[in-house]
């Protein structure tokens, strides 16, 4: 049974931090490339970050560079965002997703979601 849990959300003030962790059970970790996504009221899921299935590449959408950093663990299926500097307008749940491309097919899993609220 595919499994990605998140956890690490919560409330935050702007400028301070937090880290979200992604739990992937299931299916084999290391071959799939990790994302997360955010998604605020009112707005369409955006992707955040992505890093590649041995996390030799990373790439970040322009609102969260110099700010957030996509990291995993291998060992211990794990995909974490360590989020800093955090502003309002990075409310939104957050979302961990895994895909993988083969022979067979795609593959395209996602978790359900953290709630990172910011506000003073």
């Known amino acids: 049974q595919v499994q990605l849990v998140e956890s690490g959300g919560g409330l935050v003030q702007p400028g301070g931090s937090l880290r979200l962790s992604c739990a992937a059970s299931?299916?084999?970790?290391?071959?799939?490339?990790m994302k997360w996504y955010r998604q605020a009221p009112g707005k369409e899921r955006e992707l955040v970050a992505h890093?590649?299935?041995?996390?030799?590449?990373?790439n970040y959408a322009d609102s969260v560079k110099g700010r957030f950093t996509i990291s995993r663990d291998n060992a211990k299926n794990t995909v974490y965002l360590q989020m800093n500097s955090l502003i309002p307008e990075d409310t939104a749940v957050y979302y961990c997703?895994?895909?993988?491309?083969?022979?067979?097919?795609?593959?395209?899993?996602w978790g359900q979601g953290t709630q990172v609220t910011v506000s003073p």
């Open positions: 997703n895994a895909f993988t491309r083969n022979i067979l097919g795609a593959y395209n899993y």
């Open positions: 299931g299916f084999t970790f290391s071959n799939y490339a």
């Open positions: 890093i590649s299935s041995v996390g030799g590449s990373t």
